[in-house]
């Protein structure tokens, strides 16, 4: 932490110098040596990192952040959910009773598990989707995608096999790759995974007498496939899970953005051994970074140990936020106008793709979420394609990056989840006339 009794950090003083040495036209100086030291420097010229941030990459999505946010740019590419239906007025209202009322035990440290009452809530939500949990095997975390590098953390050793859709979510391949996991993808349909194909995959790694750790799946409005999983494979899926000993992580954090009214029934509800992760980040505010996990009692202590380490616990404010937020509003409603505004930008895009893009295309049709993902004709890098696209000003996110061996090269996730419908419909005119110059070449 900075404080201004601590001296500045060498290197910090070193790149100083060497900047207004630089902006005086100076050239190179020899760095002045931090007072008492005989050493020129605390970080060493060889590399020290610890050999698993190798697996670290930057996210093609993060690394085109600031080019596709600029105004002119259509982007298509992040998944950032809209706010534009919260109350604004109200939750105002809510934050100052919050610090009024409740002020000394918000602002202050809290359990490394998470605000219990707040837990009590994330049960009743998950009854939405069939599931019966237990506030004391709820871990609440910053994010999902903190339950997500934790139990990474918590049961992957280096070389250890994930499974995992093809494509998968980007975040949780990152947090795979931070601790050295390898990552064998199954194939998904229309209909999402393919069982055949996850018994192929469960079946050639066992004759290699290689038990995977966990599979990891999105059952509902895949990130970034847009796919659902058949109801009539859910319990195929788990039953060969089962049959091969493999632990499953489900990640649920679109699965209430359904655009049917239909309820997908979670993974968990079959077996209470399948661990769950729930967020409240596409179904109330992704800046307030409150997720969960429902894990069984042997996985959550030492998943609440994990957690204290991380962070000690997490933030008492947002979990109580979001806890008085569930006690006084009509989330039910409020999810409701998320999903008809999501369902008329994922409108938008289907009518878009069917009247631009050129023949030989194909996309997925999804009835929730944010995504669909599209598959270019041969021939097309969506990779190299990326840098003509943006300036043709529209962006998206490239196939490559939701896998973690290379595969991906002829699709691309595209996000109806922010711009306007107007927006979306340009941002696919534009995509369809870089298509098409690619196909003339
Ligand atoms: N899982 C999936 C499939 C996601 O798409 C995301 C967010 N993009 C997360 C987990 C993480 O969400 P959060 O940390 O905001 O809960």
Redesign the pocket.
């Known amino acids: 932490m900075a404080s201004p009794d601590r001296p500045q950090q060498p290197d910090a003083r070193r790149t100083a110098a060497a900047a207004a040495a630089a902006a005086a036209g100076e050239g190179a100086v020899a760095a002045p040596l931090p007072a008492g030291s005989t050493s020129p420097a605390l970080l060493p010229p060889t590399e020290r990192f610890a050999a698993r941030t190798a697996g670290m990459t930057a996210s093609e999505i993060r690394a085109l952040f600031a080019v596709a946010s600029r105004p002119e740019v259509v982007s298509l590419a992040g998944?950032m959910p809209n706010l534009a239906a919260l109350p604004l007025q109200s939750l105002a209202s809510e934050v100052a009773e919050l610090v009024d009322v409740d002020g000394m035990t918000a602002l202050q440290y809290g359990s490394a598990q998470g605000v219990p009452q707040l837990r009590e809530q994330i049960c009743e939500v998950m009854r939405e989707e069939g599931i019966e949990g237990d506030p004391n095997d709820v871990v609440v975390t910053v994010?999902?995608?903190?339950a997500?590098d934790l139990l990474t953390r918590i049961f992957i050793d280096p070389g250890d096999v994930v499974l995992a859709e093809g494509p998968s979510?980007v975040?949780?391949l990152g947090s795979f790759a931070a601790y050295q996991a390898q990552v064998v993808h199954v194939a998904m349909d229309e209909h999402g995974l393919v069982p055949d194909l996850l018994h192929d995959a469960l079946e050639s790694l066992s004759r290699r007498g290689i038990t995977p750790k966990f599979l990891y799946t999105?059952p509902n409005f895949h990130?970034p496939a847009g796919v659902t999983l058949a109801h009539e494979r859910r319990p195929q899926i788990l039953d060969l899970c089962r049959r091969y000993g493999v632990m499953v992580i489900e990640?649920n954090?679109?699965g209430m953005l359904g655009f049917t009214g239909e309820v997908h029934p979670a993974l968990r509800s079959f077996d209470p051994d399948v661990i769950y992760?729930g967020?409240f980040?596409k179904t109330f505010a992704?800046g307030l970074?409150v997720?969960w996990a429902l894990v069984p009692p042997l996985v959550r202590d030492r998943l609440v140990l994990a957690a204290e380490s991380a962070t000690l616990c997490p933030p008492s404010f947002t979990q109580m936020l979001v806890s008085r937020y569930l006690s006084h509003h009509d989330w039910r409603s409020q999810i409701k106008t998320f999903s008809e505004n999501y369902r008329e930008r994922r409108d938008a895009m289907l009518a878009a793709l069917e009247t631009y893009l050129p023949e030989g295309c194909s996309w997925t049709v999804p009835d929730g979420g944010f995504f669909v993902w599209l598959t270019v004709p041969a021939g097309v890098d969506t990779k190299a394609m990326l840098p003509r696209a943006v300036t043709a000003r529209v962006a998206y996110a490239s196939g490559t990056g939701f896998y973690a061996d290379g595969f991906g090269s002829r699709q691309l996730r595209l996000s109806f989840c922010f711009p306007t419908p107007e927006r979306i419909t340009e941002g696919v005119r534009r995509l369809a006339a870089v298509l098409e110059a690619e196909l003339d070449v």
């Open positions: 998944g994010g999902s995608q903190m997500l979510y975040g949780a999105i990130n990640d954090p679109y992760l967020s980040s992704s970074r997720g």
